[in-house]
């Protein structure tokens, strides 16, 4: 997520000293990443930063985010550790673009997608928050997931939900609890929408955290190898 507080703050109607957040391009499982929520009591939006991996507030080791960075549309109702969050516990998770990787012969070549030209948009999250036997607060996300549109097919059997603006308000809406209805927002982004890019192997290690990440290569040449 690589835009700053202002444009944050402008596209999903939150107080920019309420976002703490320096721009990202390469952000990994169980790192931070800026979740936007709705506050219980009034209609009004909040940001923060969550642990990317659910941590049910049930669960008795937290390592169980490792496997629940993503929640599949198809179960997320039945399954123990979305099923509660799905009606009770719904977020934005902000973003620019997203990477997804299509293997070849010698290496998998990673791809930048952007909806339009690289404007904001959102994920459909989850949240959980999860407390340690020593009193430690930790609270946690997902990124829900549904079948690829045509531009993702080729590339991956999955892709990250994202929302539509005029979803936000019910999607985010504490006092909406009808399970159905939050499950008909989770469709395949319209392709149309959307463009991909190949982009370098330097996003394939987490170290690398800068704009080179996403920027788009000419795949006629052969995208430099990280470890040769």
Known sequence: MSRGKEALANHFGVDPDDIDWEPRYNIAPTQQVLVIRQDRKQPIRHASAMRWGLIPHWATDPAIGVQTINAR???????????????????LVPADGFYEWKRSTRVKQPFCFEVRSGELFAFAGLWDRWRSSEGNL???????????????????????????????????????????AALDMLRPHDASLMNGFPVSTRVNAVANDDAECSLRISISQPAPLLFD
């Open 73 to 91: 549309s198809e179960t997320i109702a039945t399954k123990p550790a979305f099923r509660e969050s799905i009606q009770k516990r719904r977020c």
């Open 138 to 180: 930790v609270e946690s996300c997902t990124i829900v997931t549904t079948t690829p549109n045509r531009l993702l097919a080729d590339i991956h059997s999955r892709m990250p939900v994202i929302l539509s603006p005029a979803d936000y308000d019910l999607w985010l809406d504490p006092g909406m609890t009808n399970v159905a």
